[in-house]
């Protein structure tokens, strides 16, 4: 039986080929599209994986994501039924996404992005900073990645809320669920999007949310480009129920050459860059995983296939 890694648009497979036999020599490790038999998978490891794919391989039971996110499997019309499907999570992961959401923070903060675009235009002009009383931030998404953030930003001596489907409690922060969103935003200046992508959750980012933040609001999306309406942010920003955005991740990756946003100054884009799996930090993870998949044992980070997450 074998194990197959299906990311065509990563260029570090080998690297997480490497990670697989470290942890078990024995495994018998496949690179898409290089595959001998394909009725000897039973297991992918995935990351946007091509369309009429995961349905070539008679025997699947199991697709890993290679990273948190799960929703290129989840909408993958071509998920065959009764396959399970698990995520990989690592402090790491969560580490980065940390470091990226404080980075942001501070950058709206401190007017860094204003500074640097001035820079390029040999524009000499200060900005008053915002103090931390006068950004209130608010967290969409309490899960794996979004309660480590929500946490550090509260031991950082920010005001944060946190919004969540079902009810959480953390230290420091005040939580509304699910029929609590109106309250939530009236909360919020920053807010951070790291919900799971959902069909409730698709386009939530939209602008009669926009307008029930606290203003001028600074927008913060790192969960998925779905989750917002493009044409309302920019919409938004135009009429100054938003005054800016960090954006890490969009609905057409790598975002078309034409793309309005390219042409916003208010916004700061990344290529997703906002956390990365190390393959030898979730090799022992995946390898488990895959292990109780044929011994037919309950898997680790499994995902609810009606929840989505």
């Known amino acids: 039986m074998s194990l197959l890694l ?17 942890e078990d020599p024995n495994l018998d490790v496949e690179i898409w599209s290089d595959v001998e038999d394909k009725e000897r998978v ?8 091509p369309k009429r794919t995961l349905n070539q391989f008679p025997n699947l039971k199991v697709v890993s994501s290679l990273g948190t996110g799960v929703d290129h499997i989840l909408r993958d019309e071509h998920l065959p039924e009764n396959v399970s499907v698990c995520r990989v999570v690592s402090s790491s992961l969560v580490r980065q996404m940390q470091e990226y959401v404080l980075m942001a923070v501070l950058d709206y903060q401190r007017n860094l992005h204003t500074y640097f675009r001035q820079r390029s235009e040999r524009e000499w002009r200060e900005h008053p900073n915002k103090t931390i009383d006068e950004i209130p931030v608010g967290v969409m998404g309490l899960g794996k990645l979004g309660a480590p953030v929500a946490q550090m930003l509260a031991k950082n001596g920010y005001q944060v809320a946190g919004w969540s489907y079902s009810k959480k409690e953390l230290d420091g922060i005040e939580t509304f669920v699910y029929d609590e969103l109106e309250q939530f935003l009236k909360t919020t200046r920053i807010l951070v999007c790291l919900l799971p992508l959902t069909s409730e959750t698709h386009g939530i980012l939209d602008l009669d949310l926009f307008k029930k933040l606290e203003h001028p609001a600074y927008l913060i999306n790192v969960a998925r480009g779905e989750h917002l309406v493009d044409e309302d942010l920019i919409y938004a920003l135009e009429t100054g129920w938003i005054e800016g955005a960090c954006l890490d991740v969009f609905s057409e990756e790598p975002l078309p050459d034409r793309h309005p946003f390219w042409n916003r100054k208010q916004i700061m884009i990344t290529p997703h860059a906002a956390s990365f799996t190390p393959p030898h930090e979730v090799a022992e993870q995946v390898v488990e995983n895959y ?14 296939l009606e929840k989505g997450y």
């Open 6 to 22: 299906l990311a065509p648009h990563r260029n570090n497979m080998q690297t997480w080929k490497e990670a697989l036999l470290e």
């Open 42 to 49: 039973q297991f992918i490891v995935s990351w946007n994986q």
């Open 291 to 304: 292990k109780r998949a044929l011994s037919g044992m309950e898997l680790l980070n499994e995902v609810d």
